[in-house]
């Protein structure tokens, strides 16, 4: 499994440069005579109150005037209610067995079939949901923390902090995805905390480089070095110039590290060593249904169809935000909804 490019993402980082409010203003024509009576510049001034003004639109509309990321968003709304709620509504115990009903096929009173242990597919398939989206977001919500922090820490400090801090990030970053989480758990253990901390490790070299990258473009920036001048702590740059202004990329690549966190762990639980059981898992059905692939088809491909569609929901929502947040398209964006 492959790493997503943070390169792609440190570009929105620009999208977050403020408009300098004095670029916005038009000298006047040194060459124009001047009026004394003023009432030519009492006409102008009526003439661009009458002009209307053309209003920048919000970006939740923007976002959600294109129909593929109201579908996602309209999906993972769906997968967050199940993850939510879907206990409190599952028809069987997760591992209530009914051997004299093994492996039956879908049916009225098991949507989805029966596994090899006469567990109902249906019900573990929804109970997994909360499992797998409660991995991904303490996982995320890690790298994301851990990860800006770093590289916030070595884009604003710079100099021998920058070179250090990125020489160990590279490191992580060199290893595979899978593999590197492979070694964590093996050296900490299996279990649910292990697979949340090591699929949040191996994702914090990304968020290291998108938000250094940002901070590197943002810390030149004239209001910063105003900052700076004015003796203004670092603290207060921080948080009041730097991180609000770096936050855009950081959403798009939290999307899309979402949905490759629910991979990694899926992946880790179909090797065996991510969530154990009786904790239900998408990856760990597919393992148990790998041996039953050619009589019992639906124990794998239920499982598997939850993670394409919340993964492809995700990555398909992702790239709306990313739409949005880069100003060449949301200016076309902008054009088609007039």
Request: proline content about 7%; aromatic content about 8%; overall charge negative.
């Amino acid at each position: 499994m492959s790493q997503n490019d943070p390169r792609a993402a440190a570009e929105a980082a620009e999208l977050a440069d403020p408009v300098d409010p004095a670029a916005q203003g038009t000298p006047a024509d040194p060459a124009e005579p001047a009026n004394p009576t003023g009432s030519g510049d009492r006409a102008e001034a009526s003439d661009d109150a009458d002009a209307p003004t053309e209003q920048r639109r919000p970006t939740w509309r923007v976002l959600f005037s294109n129909p593929v990321t109201v579908i996602s968003a309209l999906v993972l709304l769906l997968v967050v209610l199940v993850a939510l709620f879907g206990r409190w509504l599952i028809p069987y115990g997760i591992n209530s067995t009914d051997v004299l009903n093994s492996l039956q096929g879908p049916s009225a009173d098991h949507l989805f079939g029966t596994d090899d242990l006469g567990r109902d597919v249906f019900s573990r398939v929804i109970a997994s949901t909360e499992t797998s989206l409660q991995v991904a977001l303490i996982s995320v919500a890690f790298a994301l923390g851990v990860g800006t922090a770093i590289g916030v820490t070595a884009g604003y400090v710079r100099g021998i902090v920058d070179t250090v801090l990125m020489r160990l990030v590279d490191v992580l970053f060199a290893f595979p995805v899978v593999l590197l989480a492979l070694v964590i758990v093996a050296i900490l253990g299996t279990g649910k905390w292990t697979t949340m901390l090591a699929v949040g490790v191996v994702y914090t070299p990304i968020f290291a480089r998108v938000s250094r990258a940002s901070t590197l473009s943002v810390s030149v920036e004239p209001y910063v070095q105003v900052s700076r001048t004015m003796g203004t702590g670092h603290l207060f740059i921080l948080t009041r110039h730097v991180l609000p202004n770096i936050m855009a990329p950081l959403i798009v690549q939290t999307s899309v590290s979402l949905a490759f966190a629910i991979l990694t762990e899926a992946t880790l639980s179909f090797l065996g060593m991510g969530i154990q059981p009786p904790e239900p898992s998408w990856g760990r059905m597919i393992f148990d249904a790998q041996s039953w692939i050619g009589q019992a088809w639906w124990m794998a491909v239920f499982p598997g169809a939850a993670i394409f569609v919340t993964v492809l929901a995700l990555n398909l929502f992702g790239d709306g935000l990313r739409d949005v947040m880069d100003p060449k398209q949301r200016s076309l964006m902008e054009a088609r909804m007039k």
